[in-house]
């Protein structure tokens, strides 16, 4: 290997290094080669490829299970669908069990099994089921190119009230929120409980984990579905399409709330001590002493009554009289001295 070597590198080399040199060229050239080839115009590197029958040559040879619980309201809706649930997962050649008594859905590879991403897919179906996902939006799952994101919501707030709000915004008045998020990143969304079910491409999973854990830390979706809905615009314009849109895109700033107001200053007699006493200030009087004084605590309560009507009346009468002097100068006449410096200016 090192005559070989030698030849095509003929520089010279150090015993102690030889080997090591050695790995370290060979490995050089084999991942120039690997560059060129995967730098060639013939590969579509974006291009999922298709798995058939004829490329799984036999049968797997260990058998694979995944297994869920599943809420007690969840019994009846499972139990109606159950049969269409098999026939789907048969055609892909899985077989599948429902547990009334524990409580569980399980899935299993079995020799018909021809793709062996398969029962990934199908545990995400007996999932999503789980979480009151209709079958009709769940079996979309099993489909290529499209799958699932369970977020787990429960555990970021402490404070229930707040996470029922927040979790709230996120579904929006009549809908109107959730079904925008559900337009604008192509996946289907479902807010259950403690979590949030997405269904669709790997793209729009990624936008809506995002708007939902920033929904729960108090930014509103509203600002991402802006967003959103000027890079739906952008796409369109060909000479935009491969450039970048910072410059396009809203920059929202949280606006820094106020603390406590702090206390106005001081003025300088306020600042001037007062002289230190050794003895506490003197008690104020209770209500009952105040009332004993003026001999109101010994009054009964047809008089206390009594007196505190004829106690109102005179503020009224005070107030009536004070509003009537008041109407009463709208009707004197002005001097006429003071009339003439108006008109001259």
């Known amino acids: ?152 919501i429960g555990n970021i707030l402490r404070n229930k009230e707040r996470f029922v709000k927040r979790r709230q915004r ?38 809506v984990r995002r708007i939902v854990m920033d929904c729960l830390k108090n930014i509103h979706p509203i600002y991402h579905i802006k967003e959103l809905m000027i890079k739906r615009e952008l796409m369109k314009d060909e000479k935009l399409k491969n450039e970048s849109w910072d410059r396009f895109l809203p920059q929202f700033r949280k606006l820094h709330q106020k603390g406590k107001q702090s206390k106005p200053a001081k003025s300088s007699k306020e600042e001037k001590k007062k002289p230190y006493t050794p003895f506490p200030p003197q008690q104020t009087p209770r209500q009952e002493d105040l009332q004993m004084e003026s001999g109101e605590y010994f009054l009964k309560d047809e008089q206390k009554e009594a007196k505190k009507l004829a106690e109102k009346k005179a503020k009224q009468k005070a107030k009536r009289i004070e509003k009537e002097s008041k109407r009463a100068q709208s009707f004197i006449a002005p001097e006429e001295e003071t009339l003439r410096k108006k008109l001259k200016s």
């Open 170 to 207: 996120l579904v929006g008045p009549n809908g109107n929120t959730l079904k925008a998020i559900e337009l604008l990143t192509q996946c289907y969304v479902l807010v259950q409980g403690n979590t949030v079910s997405a269904i669709g491409g790997y793209k729009g999973l990624k936008e």
């Open 1 to 152: 290997m090192t005559e070989e070597y030698e030849q095509h590198f003929p520089e010279t080399i150090s015993k102690n290094k030889r080997h090591r040199k050695d790995k370290r060229k060979i490995f050089d050239l084999l991942c120039t080669s690997y560059q060129l080839a995967w730098d060639s115009d013939n590969i579509d590197h974006w291009k999922i490829e298709t798995f058939t029958k004829d490329d799984m040559k036999g049968p797997l040879t260990e058998e694979s299970s995944f297994a869920t619980l599943f809420p007690k309201y969840r019994e009846a809706y499972l139990r109606e669908v159950w049969p269409h649930i098999t026939k789907i997962l048969t055609g892909h050649g899985i077989s599948c069990e429902l547990n009334l008594v524990e409580g569980s859905m399980t899935v299993k590879t079995t020799r018909k099994t021809w793709d062996p991403f398969i029962i990934l897919k199908a545990r995400d179906l007996i999932k999503l089921l789980a979480r009151s996902v209709p079958l009709a939006n769940a079996a979309k799952v099993l489909e290529d190119g499209v799958a699932c994101d369970i977020i787990k």
